[in-house]
């Protein structure tokens, strides 16, 4: 998963000069902060970047204009409870600044080893990985989409049809739980071990397009192989988010990093798509509902894209002059992209102003 860190203020500068979508293009002054802001935040456990930003900002994903990096606290783009964020003006401009608290503190397990005068090769020695005792605040609430980020994936069409496939059970179960045993049949990659259950999901469609932009693999558990006798595996049920069945699929498990510090910017292209589905089940879409939206990689959209949401208008009959008319796009929203795919991503509604619905536009804020 390519993960986009915090973007250069020339970048989103040259972003916002050449964007057709873009508002009209905002100094570095105080025309980017909330009225009302606070002039300092102390960090606690359970705060996301987002929401801290939307105290200081009108528009949150402005955060990297006006964030300082200070040189001498280490890693400063990340904030862990225990912080305390400022505002403070230089040379009349507002400037966010951070002091560290206690939360970013490690403990130093590797002395220092020097290399003598001469050698023309450094001996590492075996280290202990140092990492901070507590994690740094995610962007956006993690628990709204944590389960997609570690689970199930788009493949192609006919990936599932061709993965081996649970053939029955030891005890002639017919669904299965953590522990139970059960045989499965296909062609099996002699070096791994451990597969991920899956059964079809979702087939995306772009309703601009009718092309088919994906195929939805719904992992439903994790098993282990623990007996080989030709094409018939016997696998040992790991864990299960739903139960398993015969039938299901299984595919190796992808090494996927999960980044909980990515960063809100807007996309450096022009992108415009709509809400093809909202994950759940309904049709309408509120905050921290999950949306699927047809554009992907292939479009410029990448982890941490923020796209605005804008409500279609409605097609009203004019009493006066006859005919119908189709009332103007207004905004009505802004989603941040978690998880993208060539030519779709899924995102996370983080502000709405009104109910938002399948079929609403996104594009550049």
């Known amino acids: 998963m390519k993960i986009r860190l915090v973007s250069s203020i020339a970048l989103i500068m040259l972003f916002l000069a050449g964007s057709a979508y873009g508002e009209q293009e ?18 606690k456990e359970g705060d996301t970047l987002w929401e801290i930003a ?15 990096v200070n040189p001498a606290i280490s890693n400063p783009h990340l904030i862990y409870p225990g912080d305390e964020v400022f505002l403070k003006y230089v040379g009349g401009d507002p400037q966010m600044s951070l002091k560290r608290g206690p939360g970013e503190r490690t403990y130093k397990m590797k002395p220092e080893q020097r290399v003598r005068q001469g050698d023309r090769n450094e001996i590492m020695a075996p280290a202990v990985r140092v990492s901070p005792l507590e994690s740094a605040i995610p962007a956006i609430p993690l628990d709204a989409v944590s389960s997609l980020m570690t689970t199930g994936r788009i493949v192609g069409q006919d990936t599932l049809a061709l993965a081996p496939r649970i053939l029955a059970g030891k005890l002639e179960s017919l669904v299965f739980g953590p522990g139970d045993q059960f045989y499965a049949r296909g062609d099996w990659d002699e070096e791994t071990s451990t597969y991920g259950v899956f059964r079809a999901g979702n087939v995306y469609v772009d ?23 030709g094409d018939v ?22 090494e996927r990093r999960v980044e909980s510090t990515f960063y809100p910017t807007p996309p450096d292209q022009l ?50 002059a006859g005919g119908y008319v189709q009332l103007p796009t207004e905004r009505a929203g802004i989603l941040m992209v978690f998880r993208t795919f060539e030519k779709m991503a899924y995102g996370l509604v983080l502000q709405t102003t009104e109910p938002l619905r399948v079929g609403d536009v996104v594009r550049n804020p």
Do not use: C
């Not at 601009?208 to 719904?218: F, K, N, Q």
């Open 26 to 43: 905002a100094a570095v002054d105080e025309s980017l902060l909330r009225e009302g802001h606070p002039d300092q935040y102390l960090v």
């Open 54 to 68: 939307s105290m200081f900002l009108k528009d949150p994903w402005y955060w990297p204009e006006i964030w300082h």
């Open 207 to 229: 309703p601009e397009t009718d092309e088919i932009l994906g195929y939805e693999a719904i992992e439903v558990g994790l098993a282990k192989a623990v007996a080989r006798d």
């Open 233 to 254: 595996v016997t696998f040992k049920m790991k864990s299960v988010q739903e139960d398993v069945r015969i039938g299901d699929r299984l595919m190796p498990t992808e």
């Open 271 to 320: 992108v415009e798509g709509v809400i093809m589905t909202v994950l759940g089940g309904v049709t309408q879409v509120g905050r921290n509902d999950v949306v699927v939206v047809n554009r992907g990689l292939n479009a410029g959209v990448e982890v941490g894209t923020v796209l605005a949401i804008a409500k279609k208008g409605a097609l009203v009959r004019d009493q006066f």
